[in-house]
């Protein structure tokens, strides 16, 4: 099972149009501009694993495909690991 963490080297900062994720380390600046995805990545240790995080938000099993593959590019951009 893949749990993911927030990179500890990573600042969440509120937006109105989300979230902007900062890298301390390699300096990334990525937006985040759904507010479920905002949700997830906040809260997402709190959980066994990501379909929990996920359903804990609100996103049905018809667009988790969606957001798996957001979750895998922000783990590429170290914005997230895994445990």
Not at 21 to 42: E, K, P, S
């Amino acid at each position: 099972m893949t749990r993911y963490a927030l990179h500890p080297q990573v600042g969440l900062r509120e937006e109105k149009f989300g979230a902007l994720a900062y890298h301390y380390g390699n300096r990334r600046l990525t937006f985040l501009n759904d507010d479920r995805l905002v949700a997830v990545i906040r809260t997402v240790e709190q959980y066994d694993d990501i379909d929990a995080a996920l359903a804990a938000v609100g996103v049905v099993a018809e667009q988790r495909p969606a957001f798996y593959r957001a979750l895998e590019r922000l783990r590429e951009a170290e914005v997230l690991i895994c445990e």
